[in-house]
C-alpha cells in the first residue's frame, strides 16, 4: 500500500482516514457559496460495504439557486474575443498556477488515493489519471487559452469590407460525467469550457463527486473565480428537471447510451455525447512481438478493472497468431491480477450475476467457449450491489458472430473485466469489416500490424474515433496529447485537445464589418 504523505492545505478530507467510523462530506457550490442539501446520500465503500461517504444531494424542490445562476449568464458568455478578453489571459494563469500545484508530490498523492478510494484501481492508474490532468494544465498557462480563440479575417468585396470569423461561447452550459474516471473526464472539460467563455454547471456520478469538489477547492485557492463555476450533486432526475429549466445552449454529457439518447430528445440536440464504447482490436497478419502484444491486450482489457469506455471489448486474432502462444500468455497475464493491489476490483455498474448471465448466454452459441477466467472472485467484501469478477476472456466463432441472433449480445458493452475473442483466417477480413462496420459505438479501435497495405485497408473502411495502428497499437489511453472521442456522430464530443475543446465549448459566428466610404458617384439604384 503507497504511504500518505500530508494532506494538503486546500483540502476537507483525508483520504486514507475516510471510514464507516469516520465518514467524508460532499457538499454543493452555487453563487459563490457552499451548501448543503436536506438530503443526504451515503455512498458505501466498494471494498467493504461500509457507508463512507455522505453526499448532499439536491432535490427537485432546491434547484432555484442552480436555476438562476445559470440564467445570469448571458448567451455571449463571460468573455469572447470582443468582450472582457483579459479573461482568456486570467484563466492561462489559472492553469499555470493548478499545474504547479497539481505537480507537487504530496497533491498528486492525494488525487491518486482519493481516486483510488471511490473508484478503486490500481495506484499507478490512479496516478497516471492526476499526471494527464496534470499536464493539461499545463498545455493551456499562459497565452494558450487565448489561442484558442484565434480569429480569422477574409478581405471583402470593396473598400472598408472584411469578414472575420470567430470561436463563440455558448453562455450557460452544463457538464455531466461519470464514475471511472473522477478527476480527468470533469476537469478537462470543466476547463475547456470555462476557457472559452462559458458558466458551466457541474455534475459528477456521487459515487465519485468527492473528488472534484476537492478539485475546485484548489480551484478556488489559484484564482477561480467563486461566481464561475456551479457545482451539483442530485439523482438523475432531479438533474434532468434542472438541464429542462436552467435550459443551458449545450450540454456535454459522458456515460451511457440509453441516458445520452434520452437528454439528446429531452434537450432538442443542444448536446455533446463521448457514450457507450464497444471498442475493438484486430490483431493483422504480421505475428511479431508476442509478449507485448499480449501485455498490452490485457492492459486494453483489464486495467481499472475493465471500467473504460476505451477497453478493449473484442479482440480480432488473425490464424496466424494461433500459433503464437498469445492467448496463453494473455491468460497467465491476467492471472497476475489481484484484489490486494487493486489491479482487479470492484465493477461499479455491472453486477456479478449479470455478467455471469452474459457469459453463459454468449456460451449458448455453437463453438463458443471460456478462454480463462468466468468465476466470481473470491475472498473479498465487496458488497453484491457491484460486481467482483476474474478477469474474463469467451471465444466466439466469427460466422457466429455475425447472425442477426447473436450480433446483438455479442457486442453489447460489458462495463468490466470482459472481452470477446475470435478468429478469422486472410479471406475473412471482409467478415471482420462488416462486423466492426455493424456496431453502433465507434470510440477507439486498434489495428496492430506494420503491414502498411492491411493498415491502409482496415483504416480506409473504420470510423472509429481514437485509432491507434501499428504494431504497439492499443485501444485505451486518454492522454492530453492527443484528440480522444467518438467518430461517425455529428454530436460526438472530444475531450484534451484545443480542437476538442474548440468544437465542444463554442461555436462558430461571422462578423462582416462594411464601414465605407461609399463610392463617391453613387446613386440610388433601381428596384429589384
Known amino acids: ?73 448571458p448567451k455571449h458568455g463571460l468573455h469572447n474575443p470582443l468582450r472582457a478578453p483579459e479573461r482568456y489571459l486570467m484563466y492561462g494563469d489559472i492553469s499555470t498556477k493548478a499545474a504547479h500545484m497539481l505537480g507537487q508530490p504530496e497533491v498528486l498523492d492525494f488525487f491518486a488515493k482519493l481516486v483510488q478510494r471511490v473508484s478503486p484501481k490500481s495506484y499507478q492508474q490512479a496516478l497516471l489519471e492526476v499526471q494527464v490532468s496534470q499536464k493539461f494544465l499545463e498545455n493551456f498557462c499562459g497565452d494558450q487559452v487565448r489561442f484558442l480563440a484565434r480569429s480569422f479575417a477574409v478581405p471583402g468585396n470593396h473598400v472598408g469590407q472584411m469578414s472575420n470569423g470567430y470561436r463563440w461561447p455558448f453562455g450557460p452550459v452544463a457538464i455531466i460525467t ?51 463555476v456551479d457545482f451539483i450533486n442530485s439523482d438523475g432526475i432531479t438533474m434532468n428537471k434542472l438541464l429542462l429549466e436552467a435550459n443551458p445552449k449545450m450540454t456535454l454529457f459522458t456515460g451511457s447510451s440509453r441516458v445520452a439518447e434520452k437528454l439528446a430528445a429531452d434537450l432538442q440536440g443542444r448536446i455533446k455525447l463521448e457514450d457507450a464504447g464497444f471498442d475493438w482490436k484486430i490483431l493483422g497478419p504480421d505475428v511479431q512481438e508476442v509478449d507485448y502484444i499480449s501485455w498490452v491486450c490485457d492492459q486494453d482489457a483489464y486495467a481499472c478493472s475493465g471500467q473504460k469506455c476505451s477497453a478493449q471489448s473484442m479482440l480480432f486474432m488473425h490464424k496466424n497468431w494461433s500459433s503464437s502462444g498469445l492467448l496463453e500468455k494473455m491468460k497467465k497475464l491476467s492471472e497476475r491480477r489481484k484484489l490486494e493491489d487493486l489491479t482487479i476490483g470492484p465493477v461499479l455498474t455491472v453486477t456479478t450475476a449479470t455478467m455471469i448471465e452474459h457469459m453463459n448466454n454468449l456460451l449458448k452459441i455453437p463453438g463458443s467457449k471460456v478462454l480463462f477466467g468466468g468465476e466470481p472472485l473470491g475472498n473479498h467484501s465487496i458488497p453484491e450491489i457491484y460486481g467482483a469478477i476474474k478477469p474474463t476472456a469467451v471465444f466466439v466463432p466469427l460466422v457466429e458472430i455475425l447472425k442477426s441472433d447473436n450480433f446483438e449480445l455479442v457486442t453489447k458493452e460489458i462495463f468490466g473485466p470482459f472481452q470477446v475473442v475470435t478468429e478469422y483466417s486472410e479471406d475473412q477480413l471482409e467478415l471482420v469489416l462488416e462486423a466492426c462496420e455493424r456496431m453502433n459505438a465507434h470510440l477507439t479501435a486498434a489495428v496492430v500490424s506494420n503491414d502498411k497495405l492491411f493498415l491502409q485497408e482496415v483504416l480506409g473502411r473504420s470510423v472509429n474515433g481514437t485509432t491507434y495502428a501499428g504494431i504497439r497499437a492499443r485501444t485505451t489511453g486518454a492522454p492530453q496529447n492527443h484528440w480522444f472521442g467518438p467518430a461517425g456522430d455529428p454530436r460526438g464530443a472530444g475531450i484534451g485537445t484545443p480542437e476538442a475543446i474548440k468544437l465542444v465549448w463554442s461555436c462558430h459566428r461571422e462578423i462582416i464589418y462594411d464601414i465605407g466610404p461609399l463610392p463617391k458617384k453613387w446613386a440610388l439604384p433601381a428596384a429589384t
Not at 28 to 57: C, H, R, T, Y
Not at 184 to 197: K, N, S, V
Not at 210 to 225: D, K, W
Request: with cysteine.
Open 1 to 73: 500500500m503507497r504511504r500518505w504523505l500530508h494532506t494538503p492545505a486546500f483540502a476537507t478530507v483525508s483520504p486514507e482516514e475516510i471510514s464507516g467510523s469516520s465518514p467524508a462530506e460532499v457538499q454543493n457550490f452555487v453563487q459563490g457559496k457552499w451548501i448543503k442539501s436536506a438530503n443526504w446520500n451515503w455512498i458505501v465503500d466498494p471494498l467493504n460495504g461500509e457507508k463512507f461517504i455522505k453526499v448532499a444531494e439536491v432535490q427537485g424542490s432546491e434547484i432555484k439557486p442552480f436555476v438562476e445562476s445559470l440564467s445570469k449568464c
Open 178 to 228: 461519470p464514475f471511472n474516471f473522477p478527476l480527468e473526464i470533469p476537469l478537462l472539460q470543466l476547463m475547456g469550457a470555462l476557457y472559452m467563455g462559458n458558466k458551466p454547471v457541474l455534475k459528477v456520478d456521487s459515487k465519485v463527486s468527492i473528488v472534484m469538489e476537492q478539485m475546485i477547492r484548489l480551484l478556488h485557492e489559484c484564482g477561480l473565480p467563486a461566481e464561475d
